[in-house]
């Protein structure tokens, strides 16, 4: 079974750090993992998305890796703001479902505060 | 246009009520997802619907009975709920293009079960 840890559970840091979020899972057997971000009480909005043949993928400030040998994948966030405080998920789909359908495993999130 | 829009955004009920969740998508997605989200936990998958037919039931109670009446909307159907069933309920579709599967979330219905 699918088991998918991040770490740490929670981080706050100051303005303007760059800072890196860590998810690791331990079915390398991956098509593909995806980052989200989750503001308290709301839905979920996509960050990026890697491939299982990607090694990393950037959008702005965000940089996300993956090392499918080892199980392993980093958020990395540039400059911090404020108005990245939220709560970030990774996610691993093992398999396409027959008719387009998708399972993801969650990891457990990692809580962010980036303070003034 | 990325929007998945559910309906009611809170909704309180009894143990004794009947309610339902509306989840409805127009990107042409033909796969759609309820998940249910207890404070400070990931989200957990629920019922996968692909084609309008569920391929997926993860042991839900027959208390939650979804339902996809066409492509574009989809519903969970609420009795006899208990009060542990409080949390927050996702709705997500998804369609594979180019080998890309992304599954996009709406806002979320916060239920309280009285």
Redesign the interface.
């Known amino acids: 079974k699918q088991e998918v840890t991040q770490i740490p559970a929670a981080l706050s840091v100051p303005e303007g750090e760059n800072l890196v979020l860590n998810c690791s899972f331990t079915d390398s057997a991956i098509?593909?993992l995806?980052w989200?971000r989750q503001d308290p009480?709301?839905?979920?909005?996509?960050l990026l998305?890697i491939?299982s043949s990607q090694r990393e993928q950037t959008s702005g400030r965000l940089n996300a890796s993956l090392d499918k040998s080892s199980g392993r994948s980093t958020l990395y966030i540039a400059a911090s703001q404020p108005g990245d405080s939220a709560t970030y998920?990774c996610a691993v789909?093992l398999n396409?479902?027959?008719?387009?359908?998708?399972?993801?495993t969650?990891?457990?999130?990692t809580?962010l505060k980036v303070e003034l | 246009d990325t929007e998945?829009t559910?309906t009611p955004k809170h909704l309180v009920m009894g143990m004794t009520n009947k309610k339902s969740l509306k989840c409805e998508q127009h990107m042409g997605h033909?796969?759609m997802?309820w998940y249910k989200q207890k404070a400070?936990?990931?989200?957990e998958?629920m019922f996968?619907?692909?084609?309008e037919?569920l391929?997926?039931n993860e042991s839900v109670p027959s208390r939650f009975s979804p339902e996809c009446p066409n492509s574009s909307l989809l519903n969970l159907h609420l009795h006899a709920l208990q009060p542990e069933d409080s949390a927050?309920y996702?709705c997500?579709s998804?369609?594979?293009n180019g080998?890309?599967?992304?599954?996009?979330?709406?806002?979320?219905t916060?239920l309280s079960v009285l």
Do not use: C
């Open positions: 098509y593909n995806q989200f009480g709301k839905g979920l909005t996509s998305l491939q998920l789909l396409i479902l027959t008719g387009g359908g998708n399972k993801l969650f990891g457990t999130g809580q | 998945v559910q033909r796969a997802y400070k936990k990931p989200p998958l996968v619907y692909s084609y037919k391929s997926i927050l996702l997500a998804s369609q594979e080998g890309i599967n992304i599954q996009y979330f709406g806002a979320g916060r």
